[in-house]
């Protein structure tokens, strides 16, 4: 089973579209950031843009966020594009005669609820600001043993 990277891809456009906001944003631009095709772009994009975390225009390069970044949390790009769907997932094909089968997805489920919920807690405390100044503190890093070599 592939695991979604639409979370993390659209957090990666968000952060783009903030650091690079004084360039054309193309999606092909974008894409070759997150080395996908510029039609997955577009398609998170228009999912950003009905969640209301984008403005864009049709035919123009130009993204812009939609509210400052410190306003856009990770708990608010979650639900936009993966809105319900289960952090985790239960095999609910076992044998319900064995101990361990019969009682799996009750036990295991109640844990995956827990972590679920331990997540959202915290994608609702960290921004789209804490992101970037990450990003470029890193940035400033890499740069910084580059020039150590």
């Known amino acids: 089973m592939r695991v979604s990277t639409r979370f993390s891809d659209s957090v990666h456009i968000l952060a783009f ?24 772009v577009r398609r998170l994009m228009g999912v950003l843009r009905e969640a209301g975390l984008i403005d864009t225009k049709k035919g123009s390069a130009e993204p812009k966020l939609s509210r400052p970044t410190n306003e856009i949390t990770l708990l608010d790009v979650y639900l936009a594009v993966e809105g319900d769907r289960q952090l985790f997932t239960l095999d609910t094909s076992t044998n319900p005669e064995c101990i361990v ?12 609820e827990d972590a679920k919920m331990a997540a959202l807690r915290k994608f609702n405390n960290v921004t789209l600001q804490d992101i970037i100044e990450t990003i470029l503190v890193e940035q400033k890093q890499k740069e910084q043993r580059q020039l150590n070599k």
């Open 101 to 112: 089968g019969g009682n799996i997805q009750k036990v295991l489920g109640s844990y995956y």
């Open 17 to 40: 579209i903030e650091v690079y906001s004084k360039t054309k944003l193309t999606s092909e631009t974008i894409a070759s950031s997150i080395e996908t095709s510029p039609v997955v």
